[in-house]
């Protein structure tokens, strides 16, 4: 690593020293949107001109940003055209997706999260460490790009739907803010500051960051969102371009919304959802100020007690480089390096089953059983047998290292032929990504009330047995079937050699992109579930009182000493062809045919496709999985009329494995849609709009063929997004709408999502220079927009654990500029 750092750093001060050039690619500006001007510098061979790219592309300023008021990142993305992002976990976690490709699991599997141009982690959908939970919206963001399909299959690894790249300030405008926000309808405060500038005439720099602290959005009886991110960056110019360091600190704990209980009646067709008893479906959680600390056993199977408080729990310490210069001779350089020491946590209560407490106590104690709190103000008196208990699985997984080091470099130069400007780009990307972590779940029994006020709650049977101590049923995954007690440290190395060739003949540019991606997975993995006759279950006197309770028989264990080998290889070849003809000054045609590919990590290793014995693969098809993507469409500026449309055409590879329901998939998708953006503008009045349909559908599935010809789950036909606003510079006001059509519970196609708006309602008004007052309403209308479900169909209780957005809350902030 020393040597690393040396060699980055020696080189870039030796490319310092080349001749002169004029501003540099990623300096250039973002440009007006609505101009046809504008600069793509995402998930391309260099920065190009919207108009003359055969890219989809979008951004997201920072004055949108901040209009916006977003509860987390995945709000952002949300008003990206062609993003399916659910964003109803909380500030991380969400499900993100791309015309049409699927979410079998979680996370976003074929998409790649990017702060600067790196990954924020090489795989999107690390199981319980998703890349948004890494990620926060604050003002160091100096605007939101994404790119969908096309080059993105070339020029990033992994990443064959797309990229999304959240673009830091530089510092190129001198100033910045400080703003206090506070929840008017929940409790939250919130300290936002940013501030850049020149510190001299060819250096300088921006600072900025966050400290929050509250409940949350829902009523959890606690603190669940408190900590804070600050970054900065130091920009130093030469003649020929330049070199920035940056670093970025996040320490968070933010709360982690799984599925919760909702009662559905009518039919699976036309379901309607309404709020059990006591407990709102977008106002409360699972989480309560009683049901705070898990005992269990850490990794190396000693006893341990953790905070449930801890939620998602990332903490990030990265230090990076970019450096851009020209060689001379019309070449170019551009070089970006970044360390991340990654660790933290993800716990978070999820019910597997939920029904009346008479219900539950027969299922599980037999006749004659009964039920009392086991802590709380009622804490030994009974517990109503019609009242609603779950059965509580905790997930509660320790992240001890996602560490990630990741470089980028690249030449390129333009070559001026009869036929017009050739452009090369060639470049070598390398990444290791760890994947560390320890599973540590533990079963109990909570009553299903809001509010943050539900308690643990104690069983007895017929006879009069405890069968349970302080609410815990069992110490590991006892309502699973006592899987899930792993450990696993596997060191992923990504390699990389690209090239791209790119065309500019007056009116029409081609381009062509290829990528050879080959690595490598080594580790160990260790968990009874992986067979072999490995031990599992153990009793163990988990409270030393020196006697074994019946919950105390049921103590899971990493068996550490029967631990499996990883040691496998991968490659896989990328391409992408793309046309471009620029009918006039404002419109231009386009269309791309990409091949991409995604390869799996963690989520084989607990399944048939990795030798528990040799460590390779069984099958080394179920290491990668290809995208093809057709693509095709027009763009249109004029004025301040601005229009995109893109039909595309995607067939998808997906081996994957659920978490919450044990399930491993093997299947291929096909969609087809069309996806549409616009934007208007008239004096102090704006509107951008976007709309994605998707005709979706699971064209072959190897484990599971009943659900061929299905729609894929939660995959709807329609998505939209929609802004109207005005602004006259005193004053402004508008609204950001979002919203979806009906969609699956799940693949089987029973059980339907209903479609939803979300209207998000914006003002602000300057009363005197340099401040500003603002006040965002998230979900205006309160509406319950289901994101998804566990069941694929009704219940016979009627009770379908479900996740939803959450419910309306009202924010007030007061900015000060610098």
Not at 224 to 253: C, H, M, P, W
Not at 712 to 727: G, N, S, V
Request: hydrophobic share 35%; glycine share 12%.
């Amino acid at each position: 690593m020393r040597h690393l750092l040396t060699v980055l750093f020696s080189s870039a001060a030796l490319i310092a020293a080349a001749p002169l050039s004029a501003q540099t690619q990623a300096e250039a500006p973002a440009g007006d949107a609505v101009s046809g001007e504008d600069i793509v510098v995402t998930a391309v061979a260099r920065s190009s001109n919207r108009l003359s790219t055969s890219v989809t592309v979008s951004s997201i300023g920072e004055a949108e940003i901040a209009k916006a008021a977003p509860r987390s990142v995945a709000e952002i993305f949300r008003n990206l055209p062609g993003i399916r992002s659910e964003s109803s976990g909380g500030e991380g976690n969400a499900n993100i997706s791309v015309r049409g490709l699927p979410v079998a699991s979680g996370g976003s599997k074929f998409l790649q999260l990017q702060e600067d141009g790196l990954p924020v982690l090489e795989f999107g959908d690390i199981t319980f460490g998703n890349a948004d939970i890494f990620m926060r919206s604050d003002f160091n963001i100096g605007r939101v790009e994404s790119v969908r399909g096309g080059s993105a299959s070339t020029f990033a690894s992994n990443a064959p739907g797309g990229v999304i790249n959240l673009i830091s300030k530089t510092g190129e405008q001198e100033g910045g803010a400080i703003q206090a926000t506070a929840g008017v309808d929940y409790r939250d405060w919130r300290m936002d500051f940013d501030y850049g500038g020149r510190l001299s005439d060819t250096v300088r720099f921006h600072v900025g960051g966050f400290y929050r602290q509250g409940e949350g959005p829902r009523k959890a009886g606690y603190d669940a969102n408190k900590g804070g991110q600050i970054k900065f960056n130091v920009t130093k110019e030469f003649d020929s371009g330049y070199i920035r360091l940056y670093g970025k600190y996040l320490n968070d704990r933010a709360i982690g919304y799984l599925p919760n209980p909702v009662l559905v009646t009518g039919t699976n067709g036309d379901p309607k959802y309404q709020n059990l008893p006591g407990f709102s479906i977008n106002g409360d959680t699972l989480h309560s100020r009683y049901y705070r600390d898990n005992v269990t056993l850490d990794g190396t199977n000693n006893p341990v007690t953790r905070d449930i408080r801890d939620g998602q729990r990332p903490l990030v310490k990265a230090v990076g480089l970019e450096a851009q210069f020209d060689l001379g001779g019309g070449w170019n350089v551009t070089e970006r390096f970044r360390y991340s020491d990654i660790s933290g946590g993800f716990t978070s209560p999820f019910p597997a089953s939920v029904d009346t407490g008479a219900a539950i106590a027969a299922s599980l104690g037999g006749a004659g059983s009964t039920l009392s709190y086991a802590n709380g103000p009622r804490a030994g008196q009974a517990f109503s047998p019609s009242a609603y208990l779950a059965q509580i699985v905790l997930f509660d997984v320790k992240l001890n290292s996602l560490d990630n080091i990741t470089n980028d470099i690249r030449l390129s130069r333009d070559f001026e032929t009869g036929l017009g400007k050739l452009t090369f780009t060639g470049g070598f990307y390398k990444s290791r990504q760890t994947i560390d972590t320890d599973w540590l779940w533990t079963a109990s029994l909570l009553e299903v009330t809001g509010g943050g006020n539900a308690a643990l709650v104690n069983l007895t049977n017929g006879a009069g047995q405890a069968l349970t101590q302080g609410g815990i049923f069992g110490y590991g995954a006892t309502f699973f079937g006592n899987c899930c007690r792993r450990s696993y440290d596997i060191r992923y190395d990504t390699n990389a050699p690209f090239a791209s060739l790119s065309l500019a003949a007056d009116k029409l540019t081609l381009d062509g992109s290829v990528r050879y991606d080959f690595g490598s997975a080594n580790g160990s993995v260790a968990g009874a579930d992986l067979g072999g006759g490995r031990v599992g279950v153990i009793s163990r006197d988990m409270n030393g009182n020196g006697v074994i309770s019946v919950p105390e028989t049921k103590v899971s264990v990493i068996p550490l000493g029967s631990a499996a080998p990883v040691d496998y290889n991968y490659k896989y070849f990328s391409y992408s062809l793309g046309a471009n003809y620029r009918l006039s000054t404002n419109v231009a045609l386009f269309a791309r045919y990409s091949r991409g590919a995604r390869a799996n990590a963690d989520r084989l290793l607990f399944g048939p496709a990795v030798n528990t014995t040799t460590g390779k693969l069984t099958d080394k098809s179920a290491a990668v999985d290809y995208v093809r993507q057709l693509e095709g469409g027009v763009k249109f500026r004029d004025g301040g009329l601005t229009v995109n449309a893109t039909l595309f055409h995607a067939r998808t590879e997906e081996q994957n494995f659920e978490a919450t329901t044990q399930t491993f998939f093997n299947r291929t998708y096909r969609a087809t849609g069309l996806e549409l953006e616009g934007g208007y503008r008239m004096g102090a009045f704006s509107l951008t709009a976007g709309g994605t349909y998707t005709d979706a559908k699971i064209a072959s599935d190897v484990l599971n063929p009943a659900v061929v010809g299905n729609k894929p789950r939660r995959q709807a036909k329609f998505i939209y997004q929609l802004t109207p606003q005005y602004d006259d510079g005193r004053f402004s006001v508008g609204a950001n709408v979002v919203g979806t059509s009906s969609s699956y519970a799940q693949d089987s196609n029973q059980l339907k999502l209903p479609g939803f708006t979300q209207v998000n309602l914006f003002a602000t008004v300057r009363p005197i220079e340099r401040v500003m007052l603002s006040v965002n309403a998230n979900n205006l209308f309160d509406v319950k927009g289901f994101t998804e479900a566990e069941e694929g169909a009704i219940p016979a209780n009627g009770i379908v654990r479900a996740r939803s957005i959450n419910g309306r809350t009202i924010s007030a902030s007061i900015r000060y500029e610098l």
